[in-house]
């Protein structure tokens, strides 16, 4: 029978739908029904969506249909790509809608999600199917489970879900509270609101003080549960001063739905021994052990707990494995092992969360184990305080893993040890210590325990390096799946943030990724991933998001791809996109080929050269490429040839032994070079002829010689031209333009030359009377003779003539070559302006107005003594080479002076 006060705590009810809070204020907790039976739901049912706009959250609607209460929306509501959808209870401003567990089905992908006086059954997008109201209920929290306390004060109490397991054998969800000093209940997997458990006595098994630590899991039982292939509940739970002194911290309960579930699995006749580890009532409060995680793997089942390292007064908290033996009805196979996470400079002593899973191949191959073996993943945190008696974590976090092997192995070092006659048994706070006792027993990795020599502490602790380290942070949750050969660890933050982590070695792990799932709210210890493993499910206090494991398709090039070190995203060459390997296909027929990039190999599909890159316009060439890492697949190739401006061209290529080949565009079509230019650039990408992304792209030039008309200019450019002296001419081609010419080649002409470089080139340089070897200075309205030096001057040159250009009009004027000097005619330079000056371009030319080079930009500066100066005094300050005097109120030249003032006195510049 159920006690009379506890009637309302197994109720199975649905929680009545809300009206619109137009018509009914909020008025407290839903009624409940006293009297446990389902409550009808109205015939109207509302439908209401109501949004509003969040600055964080974005845009959140409140799904509200026929009496289901939730959150819909995808990323927007979570204002990240990542989250796809979340929910969040409706508490009204009332409490008791507190989230407290999360559990995901592993093939229907249902969520199970436990709070304050409820659980919730969702689909996988996070809609709500059905809702349990566990509470709260009328009761008095000191009374012992199973007894009338009608006679004590009682109050309402809320009920908070401690434990919340899905029970795959017999589609159950089994769901522990706080109310009847942690009384559970097993119902049905699809449809929560349904009961699926026989009448009897109430076990107490997670506690009503929501303060201490509980961890239970389901797996393997004793030999009597096995033997029926049944499962039973694990449970680990702090014990301080309970109601009921019999309550064990370590216990192995039925889930046998007929008859008593949740007792102790095995107990013998006088409860002396069982499945079951009970702690001395003188040591509960100065010994407190906090559960963190549990597991089954292999024909054991474990414990990590955080507690004092021994029962003396002041020891500091340590992490600890504990484990027990499956074959084992009577806990003689109860062990606890330190766990040790050792960084450089920092000793992570507490563990925070931790998580089972099988490692990636490269993983496995490091750690030299199978991929189906099991690998223990947990997260630390330094001591807070450096008083380390107290389990206060500080801002120091590291993940250290260890395999079941190492564990297997260390804790058969340390039975061994005990079985040798050394060390003490018994742990103190379970039963008064004692001396090992010596034994020929064959201690291996299997041993499951005898009836002496237990409970035992082993000293050798299992040691190990931090693979990550964090600062300034604590880990509240770990969750690790595999992908493609890598594996990949999910660490929940105390800020509400979720930090994507690959390990890459047994030594090494990297951050690559934080994701803001909740800020400012700490992830529940609760991760669970999807059936598919594309999505994680992840929760806080206040809601549930469910997060797309990757973002691949954000990066938009191979080298953002594999920077991004996402071991679940590669390039897939086949389609110029980054995705997961599934999603990287080309299918040809009933050939189905793939060419994905790993994100480890840091090898994109790359041009990495182009012969020639250079290309001259007027021909036709073929173009080899040497493509690194380019997909082997069937078909034809393409080259696609980009313009500015222009429609792209498309020629064939071949496939070579490192990369493709193929022709040019023709010549005619291919744009014209813009005038004043020597080049056009172009994109030349490789693709498959029938379309598709490209696989790379690289730059070309496309480049015409003949836009050159200077020797200089032409045998100095980027791209290999020759000048043809006698021809004057730039081209590309000697052999066909320049036959039996004088060549002086370009610089960039592959293959020796004695003549390479403007250095070479015809060319005019100052002679004696040029100004700063620039330029020689003319008085205007003179007449002058102008003298140049030539290099490089080859005997078939002659005929030399001398052109200024000056205000718009080209004088000519024969010249003369003698030695190395070019004698110009005289010539009368003049400029009509007021200007002090004017500059008279200078050429010098052989033969049909062929000129030779002038890179030193030589000219002519006509010059006006009296547009320069105004005054006597400035016109006598002008430097002499301009040779100006001060006459009769004027700046004149000094030959001007003397015609016209013979008779004045005549001032002349110093």
């Known amino acids: 029978m159920l006690r009379p006060d506890s009637t309302t705590m197994l109720m199975q009810i649905r929680e009545p739908p809300p009206r619109p809070a137009s018509v009914r204020p909020d008025r407290g907790p839903p009624p409940r029904n006293p009297a446990g039976a389902s409550v009808k739901q109205p015939a109207v049912l509302w439908n209401l969506c109501f949004c509003w706009s969040w600055i964080i959250s974005g845009m959140l609607c409140l799904l509200v249909v026929g009496g289901n209460v939730g959150y819909c929306d995808a990323a927007a509501a979570a204002g990240s790509s990542s989250i796809v959808a979340t929910f969040g209870p409706d508490d009204r401003g009332l409490t008791y809608a507190r989230l407290t567990h999360l559990q995901v089905h592993r093939t229907n992908g249902k969520v199970y999600v436990g709070g304050v006086n409820r659980i919730y059954q969702l689909d996988s997008d996070l809609k709500l199917e059905e809702t349990v109201v566990s509470g709260p209920v009328i009761e008095s929290p000191a009374c012992p489970v199973n007894a009338d306390c009608s006679n004590q004060d009682r109050r309402q109490v809320n009920n908070e879900n401690r434990i919340l397991l899905i029970y795959y054998d017999k589609n159950r969800l089994v769901a522990c509270g706080t109310v009847a000093q942690g009384a559970c209940q097993i119902r049905d997997l699809l449809n929560i609101t ?29 030999p009597p549960i096995n033997s029926a292939m049944s499962k039973v509940m694990y449970v680990g739970r702090t014990v301080l001063n309970q109601v009921d002194d019999s309550m064990p911290s370590v216990s192995t309960r039925s889930l046998d739905e007929t008859r008593n579930p949740f007792e102790i699995a095995f107990t013998d006749a006088l409860r002396s021994t069982g499945t079951f580890l009970t702690l001395e009532a003188k040591n509960r409060l100065s010994y407190r052990i906090n559960y963190i995680f549990g597991f089954s793997s292999g024909r054991f089942s474990y414990f990590v707990t955080v507690q004092p390292r021994s029962l003396e007064f002041f020891e500091p908290y340590r992490t600890k494995i504990v484990r027990i033996c499956h074959d084992d009805a009577n806990y003689y196979s109860y062990t606890e092992v330190a766990l040790s996470c050792i960084g450089p400079d920092t000793t992570y002593d507490l563990a925070q969360a931790a998580y089972v899973a099988n490692p990636g191949t490269e993983l496995a191959d490091d750690l030299g184990i199978r991929v189906t073996d099991d690998v223990l993943f947990v997260a630390f945190s330094n001591h807070g305080d450096v008083d380390q008696t107290q389990n206060r974590p500080g801002r120091k976090a590291a993940l250290c893993m260890y395999s079941i092997q190492q564990i297997q192995q260390k804790f058969t070092e340390n039975i061994r040890q005990c079985f040798t006659g050394n060390g003490v048994a018994g742990l103190g706070f379970v039963r008064a210590t004692y001396a090992c006792q010596k034994s020929q027993i064959d201690i291996n990795d299997e041993f499951c325990g005898i009836d002496f020599n237990y409970p035992y502490n082993g000293s050798l602790p299992l040691l190990a390096s931090p693979i990550l380290t964090l600062t300034d942070t604590r880990v509240t949750s770990v969750a690790v799946s595999v992908t493609h050969a890598y594996t990949v660890a999910f660490l929940g933050t105390e800020q509400g943030t979720l930090k994507k982590v690959v390990v890459e070695s047994k030594q090494t792990a990297k951050e690559y990724s934080e994701i803001a799932v909740d800020p400012a709210h700490p992830l529940l210890a609760d991760m669970s991933f999807s059936p598919t493993k594309d999505f994680i499910y992840a929760a806080t206090s206040s809601k549930v998001s469910k997060i797309r494991v990757q973002d691949c398709s954000v990066y938009t090039s191979c080298s953002d791809c594999l920077g991004a070190s996402d071991p ?5 060459t086949l389609e110029n996109k980054c995705s997961l390997r599934s999603d990287c296909s080309m299918v040809k027929g009933d050939q189905r080929i793939t060419n994905w990039i790993p994100y480890k190999s840091q090898k994109c599909t790359r041009i990495a050269s182009v012969t020639p890159s250079q290309i001259q316009r007027t021909t036709a060439r073929t173009l080899a ?7 082997s697949i069937q078909g034809n190739y393409a080259c696609v040839f980009g313009f500015p401006g222009s429609a792209p061209l498309e020629t064939n290529a071949t496939r070579s032994a490192d990369g493709v080949t193929c022709a040019t565009p023709r010549v005619e079509l291919l744009p014209e070079i813009p005038g004043n230019d020597q080049s056009i650039p172009a994109r030349l990408s490789v693709r498959m002829v029938n379309g598709g992304p490209e696989f790379s792209a690289a730059n070309v030039t496309f480049y015409d010689c003949a836009a050159l008309t ?5 045998v100095s450019s980027p791209y290999p031209c020759d000048w043809c002296v006698q021809g004057h001419r730039c081209t590309h081609d000697t052999g066909e333009n320049c036959r039996n010419d004088y060549l002086v080649n370009g610089q960039n002409r592959s293959g020796y030359s004695s003549r390479s470089g403007p250095s070479f080139c015809p060319r005019i340089r100052p002679a004696t009377g040029f100004q700063n070897d620039q330029y020689t200075l003319v008085p205007s309205g003179m007449l002058r003779q102008v003298a140049v030096r030539v290099e490089n001057i080859q005997p078939f040159q002659s005929r030399f003539s001398c052109a200024f250009s000056v205000d718009g009009r080209l004088e000519r004027a024969e010249a003369n070559l003698v030695g190395d000097l070019v004698t110009c005619s005289p010539v009368q330079f003049g400029y009509q302006a007021l200007a002090p000056n004017a500059t008279a371009a200078l050429y010098v030319t052989w033969s049909d107005d062929k000129p030779l080079d002038n890179p030193g930009q030589l000219y002519v500066m006509i010059y006006k003594c009296a547009a320069m100066s105004s005054n006597c005094g400035f016109c006598l300050d002008l430097p002499p080479e301009f040779e100006c005097g001060w006459c009769e109120k004027t700046c004149q030249v000094r030959s001007a002076l003397v015609m016209n003032c013979f008779q004045h006195h005549i001032l002349l510049a110093r």
Do not use: M, T, W, Y
């Not at 200077?710 to 032409?714: E, H, V």
């Open 625 to 631: 490429l040497a493509i690194e890492n380019l997909p």
């Open 710 to 714: 200077d020797c200089g200019s032409c």
């Open 194 to 222: 349904l009961l699926r458990q026989a009448d009897g006595k109430i076990e107490s098994v997670a506690a009503s003080d929501p303060s201490l630590s509980v961890v239970a899991f389901i797996g393997p039982g004793s």
């Open 568 to 572: 679940h995203c590669g390039f897939c």
